[in-house]
């Protein structure tokens, strides 16, 4: 059974850094049948893809976000993490790691809710 966590603060202050890490069990993030991601939802709108890691460490993210993104990993506690800089109000949002299986997100943590507020 895959299961994902998501874990962090769920209050970040106005230009500081937002990170959060997902814990994976049930399956590899080395695995090259997964891409390791981070969604976003903030309140009242849709799902906003953030960034993937891949199998082998290849790292992509939206081009919307990508001056202040960052996606690493840790094989050795198979987790992988999430740093988003300079935080404003609207980074709030609900957001969630899944486990990409070709185009298909088949594998989703339970979101966690971060605020950015002072």
């Known amino acids: 059974q895959v299961q994902l966590q998501e874990s962090g603060p769920g209050l970040v202050k106005p230009s500081q850094t937002l990170s959060l890490t997902c814990a994976v069990s049930?399956?590899?993030?080395?695995?090259?049948?997964?891409?390791c991601s981070w969604i976003r939802q903030p309140p009242g709108k849709g799902l906003e893809y953030m960034g993937v890691?891949?199998?082998?460490?290849?790292?992509y993210y939206n081009p919307s976000l990508k001056s202040r993104t960052s996606i690493s990993r840790d094989t050795s506690k198979n987790q992988f993490s999430l740093q988003l800089n300079s935080v404003t109000p609207e980074d709030t949002a609900v957001y969630y790691c899944a486990l990409r299986s070709w185009s298909t997100f088949r594998y989703w943590g339970q979101g966690t809710q971060v605020t950015v507020s002072s």
């Open positions: 890691i891949a199998y082998d460490g290849s790292t």
């Open positions: 049930g399956a590899s993030i080395t695995s090259s049948n997964y891409a």
